[in-house]
């Protein structure tokens, strides 16, 4: 009975860490789910026709999408901020 009991209180002292790391990792909220749902659809993304054929095919060209948008947003961006800060 001793001898269990130890190797019980040793695996969760081992264990008790790993554990609490786990639990301080945060997912995605509410509202950044429905932002993300809201770029799906403007991109062509209907996730109410989910066809079983095409619907990964559907979502994968949504993401490409999206990700040539956010490229091009991030690229202008670059672009307007090394613009001002040139000095005349």
Do not use: F
Not at 30 to 51: F, H, M, S, T, W
Not at 60 to 88: E, G, P, R, V, Y
Request: charged share 20%; net charge positive.
């Amino acid at each position: 009975m001793k001898h269990s009991l130890r190797i019980l209180i040793i695996a969760l002292g081992i264990s008790s860490p790993l554990l609490a790391s786990a639990q301080s990792t945060q997912g995605l909220t509410r509202e950044q789910v429905k932002e993300d749902l809201i770029q799906y659809e403007r991109a062509g993304y209907n996730p109410a026709r989910q066809n079983p054929r095409t619907w990964v095919d559907d979502a994968h060209a949504a993401t490409q999408k999206i990700m040539t948008a956010q490229n091009a947003n991030a690229q202008a961006q670059l672009a307007s901020a090394s613009q001002a800060s040139k000095c005349d």
